[in-house]
């Protein structure tokens, strides 16, 4: 039963939290629900790494270098949630983050291991050259290179120096989203990534990690975000 149903049960669990998430600010008997929230940004994603910890023992996968480099991807990008929400343990105050910071590096070493373990994936699942996929694929990640131009990355340097580490930083950030997005597209469509769950999932989740970076970052242009 377990090795068939158990995701369903953190899945359950991961769309409670969320929703709790946004519900705290409303619930009146909860007091100081900013402090509660900045806890969930640290608990949510060591569950996720106890649910591909709990996966990899279970399923036992024939290629384990694939999952743990996913799971240090997943692990950087908590630990960037962890001190963006509680930066004093870097001895930073919140209102002092500087740009780029520290967590700033933590989240783009992120990317690293999470487009490497895609690219081990694809591999894996499609190992000749499969060109019709990898002509998709740069379909999609051209058009979103173009869109992400347009609204995040132009916008985003303006006058700046295009040497300097803000800069590059700034940049940095939307490319890797898009690498992650030529990655995932490639592995959606190699020949049996459609009919597994378990791969829908990873690009699924993937192009939510897009969606969230563009709509954070296109808010923040705007100066909107709150």
């Known amino acids: 039963w377990a090795r068939r149903h158990l995701w369903w049960a953190f899945l359950l669990l ?6 709790l998430f946004y519900a705290l600010p409303s619930l009146e008997s909860v007091q100081r629900p900013g402090q509660l929230q900045s806890l969930f940004w640290v608990v949510i994603p060591l569950l996720t790494l106890a649910a591909m910890a709990t996966g990899l023992v279970i399923q036992s996968p024939p290629s384990r270098a694939v999952w ?3 799971m240090i991807g997943v692990g950087l990008t908590g630990l960037g949630d962890t001190l963006w929400e509680y930066p004093e343990w870097v001895g930073v105050r919140p209102r002092d983050i500087p740009y780029p910071s520290l967590i700033d590096y933590v989240y783009l070493s992120s990317y690293v291991f999470l487009f490497a373990g895609i690219l081990l994936l694809v591999r894996r699942r499609s190992p000749g050259r499969d060109r019709a996929a990898l002509l998709d694929a740069l379909i999609v990640t051209t058009a979103a290179a173009l869109t992400s131009w347009i609204f995040i990355i132009e916008p985003s340097i303006g006058d ?3 040497l300097s580490a803000e800069a590059l930083v700034t940049i940095a950030y939307p490319v890797m989203d898009l690498l992650l997005l030529g990655a995932a597209t490639r592995l959606w469509f190699s020949f049996d990534a459609g009919h597994n769950t378990s791969l829908r999932l990873v690009v699924i989740t993937l192009a939510g990690v897009l969606v969230s970076d563009t709509a ?5 242009l705007q100066g909107t975000w709150q």
Request: aromatic share 18%; no cysteine.
């Open 160 to 162: 700046t120096d295009l």
């Open 216 to 220: 954070y970052a296109y808010l923040a």
């Open 14 to 19: 991961g769309t409670v939290l969320v929703a």
């Open 68 to 70: 743990f480099s996913l």
